[in-house]
């Protein structure tokens, strides 16, 4: 390893773990220092940059260089813009092994913005009613902090290593969506970190699809010429009733053709439009989404839903015949991903909890994670959690006895080669 990227210092021994090995212990006081701060320090979707700066500055301290450290250009490919790319870190082996990949996201949700994670024994929120606490995903990107800082800090062996921070996960998988893959080194594991508990392994998720629905109608004066105007409300409210009394809005269950019961969601979650009640609205937009693990049934959902607003067009209409018009554009956020339970990456993840005393557990997602693109650009990532509760609300906590055992993962699966 290059003088430049690491400063070398003595190898801290740990205590021998349930199979033998090393298991070395983390500064775990430390890493909540880390976690609280992070949380606090403001950084939605598209406003990345403090919080990155926060983690390359701590990198820098603990002897990362310059070279080692790259941001692409993942913001300014994202329609939604943004302050700045993904962050990758690239540390050198010093032993033999496959170069492991470390992952998080960087973002928080608008709720998060000015927290101020206050601890009460084991468990840390907001002390701000108002205010979401910051842990999904504040505690994933701390999870990778400490295990780089832990490894270059101590000198401890390991393999070749990636450590991405990825931007606007929550707006879509944005970062990892518009990543530069060539950055990441062409890791053969890939470990991802997120919410929920540290045992848990994510081996699959749900593929998004997202919508807006630019409805047209004809304005006139609500009160003295109604028959005059094309509601745009109407239209919608025509179409989103349609959906819900057939089955096609929340939670999807259909039969198909063969007799096998087909699954999905699909989410009204935005309706903009008008400016007074006396006037006929003439435009709305609508946001909408459609989710399965079939991507062959999300495409069924998504044709139900344009059909629904293209008929309730039909149904609208002046008293001179005049209607509306409805333009839907649509692009898909995340393709689905299913992971074997033999995946090298799976396995690795279950050596690791199994080793510091855990007992792993698979699961499947119905909510995008960065492993979905992840998987698209060609690398299988099995995703674990950090101690996150509630997230995504103003009740959001972090389990610090979860995020402590996350802190001892990632640092095993950094180090190990096996």
Sequence with gaps: MSAQLVKRRRISIGRPSLDGSLK???NLNRAIAFVLEMMAIPGSSGDESAIATFIVDHLKEAGVGENAIRFDKAHQRSPHGGSTGNLFVKIPGNVSGPRRLLSAHLDTVPICVGSRPTRKGDMVASSEANTGLGGDNRAGAAVLLVAAIEILARGLPHPPLTLAWFVQEEIGLQGSHYMQPSLLGKPRLAFNFDGGCPEKLTLG????????????????????????GVSAIAIASLAIADLHRDGWHGLIEKTDARGRTCRGTSNVGVIRGGDATNVVTDRLLVRAEARSHDARFRRQIVKRIETAFQDAVKEVQSATGKKGTVKIAGNLDYDSFRLSPKERCVVAAENAIRTLGGTPSHAISNGGLDANWLASHGIPA????????????????????EFKRACRIGLRLATATE
Excluded: F
Aim: aromatic share 2%; glycine share 14%; proline share 4%.
């Design 24 to 26: 070395i212990e983390p």
């Design 382 to 401: 099995v995703t674990l959690g950090c101690g996150q509760k509630n997230i995504h609300t103003t009740a959001e906590q972090l389990n610090l006895v």
């Design 205 to 228: 998720a749900t593929g998004g699809y997202r919508m807006d629905i630019d409805v047209r109608g004809v304005a006139s004066h609500a009160g003295g010429a109604p028959e005059k």
